[in-house]
């Protein structure tokens, strides 16, 4: 029985960015996208990372969420190595609170670029709605479950201040 890939491929540098990510899957399931999660660190296994970034399009996907905390150097590895969009979450870190992820994330070289979001839970989320505005260009099921994220959201701001 063949099996489809799915459009987005989440990938992260370990178990302990699962915290984060959990709610970058979590929207993407909300909007309806098959993904793929999966771990390969650019230091710890980068042979893993090196089979993953170079097949990714071949496989499939369309698009990358690559996750990484500290010296954070997963996104732009995938980057280098896939024709693929990659979108980077920096994991907020105990040493810097994230700044370093985000800054190792942001400063790629000229010719590489990596769309870098907010560090932690707020980056992990944007990266799911960003990946659903690429699909939705050319997806009209994704496009009307974003319009309907969206209006969730609007319809959740209150018009006016409380005491409570």
């Not at 907010?118 to 799911?128: L, M, W, Y």
């Amino acid at each position: 029985m063949a099996t489809t890939t799915p459009p987005v491929a989440i990938v992260m540098g370990s178990q302990s960015d699962w915290a984060t990510m959990r709610h970058c899957a979590d929207t993407l399931k909300h909007l309806g996208i098959a993904h793929e999660v999966k771990i390969g660190s650019a230091h710890r296994t980068p042979s893993r990372l090196y089979e993953f970034a170079r097949g990714a399009k071949d496989e499939g996907f369309q698009i990358i969420i690559a996750a990484a905390g500290g010296a954070a150097h997963l996104p732009g590895m995938a980057a280098a190595m896939t024709p693929l969009p990659v979108f980077g979450v920096p994991i907020r870190s105990k040493a810097l609170k994230g700044m370093d992820s985000l800054l190792s994330i942001v400063q790629m070289p000229k010719g590489v670029p990596v769309g870098t979001l907010a560090i932690g839970e707020a980056g992990a989320v944007n990266a799911a709605l960003l990946s659903a505005s690429v699909l939705a260009l050319n997806d009209d099921k994704i496009a009307s479950a974003l319009d309907a994220f969206r209006a969730e959201q609007t319809a959740a701001v209150a018009l006016t201040p409380t005491d409570t």
